[in-house]
């Protein structure tokens, strides 16, 4: 019908077809839809459709549309399971939409008759934790939305929209982590961090100390390594390790005394003995 590798636009659709590209748009969602569900997504020739542009569809639908969307996207990857990322392949949804109607991405699978992906992992607040604080490290600020969805992080933007509801509120119960961590080590009032402030954070889980702990160490040594300066500011290859100053195997504590702010290559340098 088309010529082999050729766009299959609108226009070209409608002159051989005894339906209509408005009909099929209607009943699919979109045009991109439909290409895809046909196999010739690879052939769409129109602007691409945005996370932003299914966010504004996305709002008008009624529940059941968006249980019908649900549905369709199982039925075209030809399993009864459905995960967040599959909706990247909907004109229709994201999973902010979905969330905020069903309230959990669980509730909306269910009320779609499906099931959570057995291929998942279920991430525990901890990962999301340190995960935010491995990509904040990476990109020596706040990340965006967006960039949870490429390396370094684990940990979809998504994944953390269906764990506290929005982005915003993921970002809000990090620092909030932060604060009670350091209000549980100190008699003295939680240190407030606000999320457009905190910019050179490191994920380095030692000898279990607390994240806020971690933040509270790196904060006071100015973020460089206490011996070489080295910092994440400048040198993207550099890793800050929040380091015991007297190891733990010979009595060493977690008061602040205690800890200190090394870059990966000097503390490797201290050697077993120190």
Not at 60 to 85: F, H, N, Q, S, W
Not at 122 to 147: C, M, S
Not at 222 to 249: W, Y
């Amino acid at each position: 019908m088309f010529p082999t590798g050729s766009r299959v636009t609108r226009r070209e659709f409608d002159k051989v077809s005894r339906a209509s590209s408005s009909t099929i748009i209607h009943r699919l969602g979109g045009w991109q839809a439909a290409l895809d569900r046909a196999g010739f997504g690879d052939r769409y020739s129109g602007r691409p459709v945005t996370d932003k542009m299914r966010k504004q569809r996305g709002r008008t639908l009624a529940a059941d549309e968006i249980v019908a969307e649900l549905r369709r996207l199982a039925d075209t990857k030809g399993a009864p399971t459905l995960t967040m990322d599959d909706l990247k392949r909907s004109d229709l949804l994201s999973v902010r939409v979905v969330v905020n109607r069903f309230g959990t991405w669980k509730a909306a699978l269910e009320a779609a008759g499906l099931q959570l992906s057995s291929l998942g992992r279920r991430w525990t607040d901890d990962d999301y934790f340190e995960n935010l604080l491995t990509v904040w490290t990476h990109y020596q600020r706040a990340p965006k939305y967006g960039e949870m969805d490429k390396p370094p992080s684990q940990i979809t933007s998504g994944a953390y929209e269906a764990k506290f509801g929005t982005w915003g509120r993921g970002k809000q119960a990090f620092v909030d982590r932060v604060n009670s961590d350091i209000q549980i080590r100190q008699s003295t009032p939680s240190l407030t961090i606000a999320a457009s402030a905190m910019s050179t954070l490191v994920a380095e889980d030692q000898r279990n100390i607390p994240l806020g702990l971690r933040y509270k160490i790196l904060r006071r040594d100015r973020f460089r390594c206490v011996i070489c300066g080295r910092s994440p500011a400048t040198d993207l290859t550099c890793q800050l390790h929040v380091d015991h100053v007297v190891a733990v195997s010979r009595g060493g504590t977690r008061n602040d005394d205690n800890l200190r702010t090394l870059c990966a290559d000097c503390n490797l340098g201290k050697g077993a003995g120190d």
